[in-house]
């Protein structure tokens, strides 16, 4: 009997500029699919920009159709309020996709993503990356940063925490037996 396939989407939103990664569950393995960006065309309108973003994430969720599509939870506080009210709108947009997709969309918190893939919730970005590359079987970690932090979302929602795994073995950790030797090397050193 074989095992059933799932792809889930990392997006990283934002209004200039949106990462997204796919990774396949398949098999006992995480394999990256893709990673790139989708960028709107900064002189337009507002509403022809998130039409921009909805128009190529669409795209994305066609070629790759996620059961889970995972975002950044939003923040309590900003520094910057503008910001977040125009990243508000990109990741309504993301919303409106994955809803006419018909996928799940699941919001995780940055400690959290960073905490289920390095086992600290305030690592730096470049030990992120090193983790999300390590996981995935790559020489470096993706980029641009947007891009990596698309997989990190996809691979907290695959991986369970280092400090679970390092509890279970084998099969029990629900943890596919590639990325549980990956993860244990990881926590070795």
Do not use: W
Not at 28 to 56: F, N, S, W, Y
Not at 133 to 154: F, I, K, N, S, Y
């Amino acid at each position: 009997m074989g095992h059933p396939r799932e792809y889930i989407l990392g997006v990283d939103p934002g209004l200039k500029v949106t990462g997204y990664g796919v990774v396949r569950r398949s098999a006992g393995r995480i394999d990256l699919v893709e990673g790139g960006l989708v960028k709107t065309d900064l002189g337009a309108p507002l509403a022809e920009r998130l039409q921009q973003l909805h128009r190529q994430l669409t795209q994305v969720l066609e070629s790759f159709p996620p059961e889970t599509v995972v975002v950044e939870d939003l923040y309590s506080q900003y520094a910057h309020p503008r910001t977040a009210i125009l990243m508000g709108h990109a990741r309504g947009v993301v919303y409106l996709a994955a809803a006419e997709a018909g996928a799940a969309v699941v919001a995780y918190p940055p400690a959290l993503v960073k905490r289920s893939l390095t086992g600290n919730g305030r690592a730096p970005k470049d030990q992120v990356g090193r983790m999300v590359a390590q996981l995935l079987g790559l020489a470096e970690p993706p980029r641009p940063e947007d891009v990596t932090d698309a997989l990190a979302l996809a691979l907290c929602h695959c991986v369970p925490s280092r400090e679970k795994a390092r509890r279970r073995v084998g099969r029990r950790a629900g943890l596919p037996a590639e990325v549980l030797e990956r993860v244990q090397d990881a926590v070795r050193g």
